[in-house]
């Protein structure tokens, strides 16, 4: 599988204050990486200096040569006052494109019915499948999702993470995806990177198909879209993120 992006041992600071430490990650064409961690860990930070948007203080970011990235971001700074349609957010995104095109992104990500629906007035589903769409719309060989099923209840979480499988699985992309819970992944993630400033841990997530409680809260599909992931930090961190020295008795 090709390379798409590759960081290693980046390190970034803000106002003194380390906010990346000694970060590595690989991805590859076909691939999802998903990153959790806590608020304030520097996961936003490390997206951007995936993006190229960021540079850091120390360390390196090799891309594909030529590398398209479609971006899914985690908010969306609209004001829902304004009149703007799926249609033309869309196109705004992407100037010149036919609405044929714009069609058939929201009918691959199972909104073609909101073509001429208010933004203002998507469900919070609806919309991120809006921004899926759109960055769909770039063509990409990476996929990055920043915190793509914040707002979305659990039956919409099950079915945003199969929608974002078979993307991947039918355009053979990369996926780059920020998970704000620290358990429950996407089961299709082939590697887990537990961030906390530096990689607290990282692995493969676990299957929980299988788990007779798991499905008795979720049903017997959820097992297989979502999994747990244990973590296996051998530290602790503070209330500000600092690793805990433990006293040795």
């Known amino acids: 599988m090709s390379l798409l992006l590759?960081?290693?041992?980046?390190?970034?600071?803000r106002e003194g204050r380390p906010?990346?430490?000694d970060v590595s990650l690989t991805l590859r064409?076909?691939?999802?990486?998903?990153?959790?961690?806590?608020?304030?860990?520097?996961?936003?930070?490390?997206?951007?200096?995936?993006?190229?948007?960021?540079?850091?203080?120390a360390?390196?970011?090799?891309?594909?040569?030529?590398?398209?990235?479609?971006?899914?971001p985690q908010k969306l700074g609209l004001?829902?006052?304004?009149?703007?349609?799926?249609?033309?957010?869309?196109?705004?995104?992407?100037?010149?494109?036919?609405v044929e095109r714009l069609h058939a992104a929201l009918a691959e990500t199972g909104v073609a019915h909101a073509l001429r629906t208010p933004v203002g007035r998507?469900?919070?589903?609806?919309?991120?499948r809006v921004l899926l769409a759109?960055?769909?719309?770039?063509?990409?060989?990476?996929?990055?999702?920043?915190?793509?099923?914040?707002?979305?209840?659990?039956?919409?979480?099950?079915?945003?993470?199969a929608l974002i499988s078979a993307v991947r699985s039918q355009r053979h992309c990369g996926v780059?995806?920020?998970?704000?819970?620290?358990?429950?992944?996407?089961?299709?993630?082939?590697?887990?990177?537990?961030?906390?400033?530096?990689?607290?841990?990282?692995?493969?997530p676990e299957s929980v198909s299988t788990h007779p409680e798991y499905q008795r809260l979720f049903g017997p599909q959820g097992g297989k879209v979502l999994a747990v992931y244990s973590h296996r930090h051998d530290h602790h961190h503070d209330a500000h993120g600092e690793v805990c020295k433990h006293e040795h008795h």
Request: with cysteine; charged share 20%; aromatic share 2%.
């Open 134 to 161: 759109r960055a769909l719309l770039r063509e990409p060989e990476l996929l990055v999702l920043d915190e793509p099923a914040q707002g979305v209840d659990i039956t919409g979480q099950e079915e945003l993470y």
């Open 6 to 13: 590759q960081l290693e041992h980046v390190s970034l600071a």
């Open 176 to 204: 780059l995806m920020v998970s704000h819970d620290l358990h429950l992944v996407m089961a299709a993630t082939d590697h887990v990177l537990c961030l906390n400033r530096h990689v607290c841990c990282e692995g493969h």
């Open 59 to 72: 360390g390196t970011r090799s891309v594909k040569p030529g590398l398209r990235i479609g971006y899914m």
């Open 79 to 98: 004001n829902e006052a304004l009149p703007l349609d799926v249609q033309r957010f869309l196109s705004l995104a992407q100037p010149g494109l036919a």
């Open 19 to 21: 906010v990346l430490q």
């Open 122 to 128: 998507l469900s919070g589903g609806e919309l991120q």
């Open 29 to 57: 064409a076909g691939e999802i990486l998903t990153v959790i961690g806590p608020n304030g860990a520097g996961k936003t930070c490390l997206v951007r200096i995936a993006l190229g948007l960021l540079s850091s203080d």
